[in-house]
């Protein structure tokens, strides 16, 4: 992942008050800040709102990284911090493009009929197995519910 620029071999400079206006000619949007104009026209007002959507994205963030272990959708909120990241810093924003990218090409991947006759193969035969060994195991030790199992 190149988190300088989106462009192979490039690098990102910004001076002092530079601004990403021109979108892309891929049909994504320009990097950069999407505060409204007058937040960005007052250096104390437009540093106090990247503190206030740092603090918001991490707490989302931070939320999904806790749902992880817990019942929860962790990833989803923890790409939705990046989203809230994203609307600010341009290194959000690059994270989302390649997490994007990834997810797409691996949906056109898995959608290659090859892979698909693959995949579906092999739950056959893990079903299959696991036939095999839920019918040893009941021919085994049998079929008793829990309920009826007497008191030993």
Excluded: C
């Excluded at 437009?46 to 817990?70: R, T």
């Excluded at 006759?117 to 195991?137: E, K």
């Amino acid at each position: 992942m190149n988190t300088g620029s989106d462009e192979s071999g490039g690098a990102v400079l910004a001076s002092e008050g530079a601004r990403v206006s021109k979108a892309r000619d891929d049909g994504e949007p320009a990097l950069g800040s999407r505060a409204p104009e007058f937040v960005k026209a007052r250096r104390l007002l437009h540093l106090s709102w990247q503190v206030g959507v740092f603090v918001i994205g991490l707490a989302i963030v931070a939320a999904g990284i806790i749902m992880l272990p817990l019942p929860g959708p962790g990833w989803v909120v923890i790409f939705g911090g990046m989203a809230v990241w994203a609307t600010e810093f341009v290194w959000a924003q690059l994270v989302l493009r390649w997490t994007k990218r990834k997810v797409t090409e691996a949906a056109h991947k898995a959608l290659d009929p090859r892979v698909r006759r693959r995949n579906i193969v092999l739950t056959s035969i893990g079903l299959v197995i696991m036939a095999v060994l839920v019918g040893i195991y009941v021919w085994k030790f049998g079929a008793v519910m829990p309920w009826k199992i007497q008191d030993q």
